[in-house]
C-alpha cells in the first residue's frame, strides 16, 4: 500500500515563509515524477511544481522566485520551500507522484490528503 502524507502547513503572515514536507511511503519500487499542486475556495486545482528524480524542476509562473521544491530520494521524500508568501497562496496543498510500486509493472499517480496553507495577517 503506497501512500503519500503532506506535513508543514499553516497559518502564516504575509512575506512569511512555510515548509511542506511531502513523505512517501509503502512497498516502492521507485518514484519518477513528485509534485506539488494547490486548490483556493472556488477555483480548480492547479499545478505548483514538479521535480523529476533527476532533479530537473519546472514552477508555475505564479510561484517562480518565491518557491523553491527539492527532493531527497534516499527518503522519498519531496519538499516545498515558499517564501514571501502571498495571501493568493493560500490553498489546500497536495502532493502528487508518479510512483511504481514493488512488484508492478507500471507507474501510477498518487495523491495525498493535502494540508492547508493560510496567508493571512
Known amino acids: 500500500q503506497v501512500q503519500l502524507v503532506e506535513s508543514g502547513g499553516g497559518l502564516v503572515q504575509p512575506g512569511g515563509s512555510l515548509r511542506l514536507s511531502c513523505a512517501a511511503s509503502?512497498?516502492?519500487?521507485?518514484?519518477?515524477?513528485m509534485g506539488w499542486y494547490r486548490q483556493a475556495p472556488g477555483k480548480q486545482r492547479e499545478l505548483v511544481a514538479t521535480?523529476?528524480?533527476?532533479?530537473?524542476?519546472n514552477y508555475a509562473e505564479s510561484v517562480k522566485g518565491r518557491f523553491t521544491i527539492s527532493r531527497d530520494n534516499a527518503k522519498n521524500t519531496m519538499y516545498l520551500q515558499m517564501n514571501s508568501l502571498k495571501p493568493e497562496d493560500t490553498a489546500v496543498y497536495y502532493c502528487?507522484?508518479?510512483?511504481?510500486?514493488?512488484?508492478?509493472?507500471?507507474?501510477?499517480?498518487?495523491w495525498g490528503q493535502g494540508t492547508q496553507v493560510t496567508v493571512s495577517s
Open positions: 502528487n507522484a508518479l510512483i511504481r510500486p514493488m512488484g508492478a509493472g507500471k507507474y501510477e499517480y498518487y
Open positions: 509503502g512497498s516502492i519500487s521507485s518514484i519518477n515524477v
Open positions: 521535480i523529476r528524480s533527476g532533479g530537473s524542476t
